[in-house]
């Protein structure tokens, strides 16, 4: 047989388990697409010349396979273009190999400087990138599970303010590993925080040195309850 679906044991061994009954479990229309899957990779492995496993193994950058044999099996998938579907692959490994990047705002030329910057290590590491402006409307509505119930394996959070951290705080905190980054973080979630400080200090000297005085400081209302301010002492 060629597809042999098992579902997980408490302990021991895994239980195998009838096409019938995994579609049951799963419904009929994701049983044809792993039995189409597995058909297919069964073809692919035949004609390259590996077993099925070795298959999985290449297309999921396993370690434990040799160099030789994995460059084998994707230069053939090349040469016959062949191209995994990130659908199939998601359902087999139960990774989505996608970021999610929750920004303020799509419209900033910080925003744009971010994504630009978050884009490329996510594509040089294979994965895609999805993007979402949590500020529009509706998106972070209680009631909204859009956001939870994407399939990502990431979601990097882009200066979090009060209403994104109490969307994340909530019951529809997304199931995906998450990170927050910037001039606003959140103490509950690892972080990555950028220093302004160092850039404010020298816009403001330079606004003393050309002989202002009466200096104002302008900022998005999404960060006045995200951040203290205080007082800059030069």
Known sequence: AIFTPATKATDGHDINISPEEAAEIIGAQWAEAASDIALRIYEFAREVGVSTGTIYRALNGRSDINP????????????????????ALALSTGKSRTIALWLSGLTSSYAVAVLQAAWRPVNDAGYEMVV?????????????????DWPVDGVLLVDPGPIVAAY??????????MVAMGRCVMDDLDAVEVDLRPGVRAAMQRLID???RRIAYFVHAHYTEAVSYTHLTL
Do not use: Q
């Open 68 to 87: 030789d044999t994995r460059d084998l099996v994707l230069r053939r998938m090349r040469e016959l273009g062949y191209r995994p579907s990130r659908a």
């Open 132 to 148: 979402r402006d949590v500020m529009a409307p509706n998106v972070l509505d209680p009631d909204n599970e859009g956001l939870s």
């Open 168 to 177: 994340v705080r909530g019951p529809h905190r997304p199931r995906a590993a």
């Open 210 to 212: 050309i002989g202002c």
